[in-house]
Every structure is written in C-alpha cells, then in structure tokens.
C-alpha cells in the first residue's frame, strides 16, 4: 500500500507528474491510498487504475481518506 498525499492547488505539469507516478506504481502491482481530494490526489488513483489496466491487475485497492 502506498499513500500519496499532497495539495489541490497545482498546475498541469505537477498534476501529470502525479499520474505518471501512480502509472508506475500500478504497474508494480501496487494499492493506492490518498486523500480523495482533487490534484496531488486524484492523479496518482487515475494513474495506478491505468498502470493496473495494464497489468491485467484484477485485485486492486484504492482507498480514500477524508477527515
């Protein structure tokens, strides 16, 4: 399980960067927690579902977590 944490306030680039991140982690099989949010969150759940689409990964988790 890896969490991936950050802020909602960031550009493209920095958006990209977080989905080709969860890209990679997905292709290693990898589960994904975050804080459910928009922008450093949303990007690396988006990532890992491709990265596990991929994989042909049928046991994946994605787990949100709000306050």
Request: contains cysteine; glycine residues 18%; negative net charge.
């Amino acid at each position: 399980l890896v969490v991936c944490w950050g802020g909602h306030s960031i550009n493209g680039v920095e958006y990209q960067y977080t989905r080709e991140v969860g890209n990679e982690l997905g292709l290693r099989e990898l589960n994904i927690c975050t804080g459910c949010g928009p922008g450093a969150m949303e990007g690396p759940m988006k990532g890992a579902a491709i990265g596990h689409a991929k994989q042909r990964y049928t046991e994946q988790r994605y787990l949100g977590l709000t306050e």
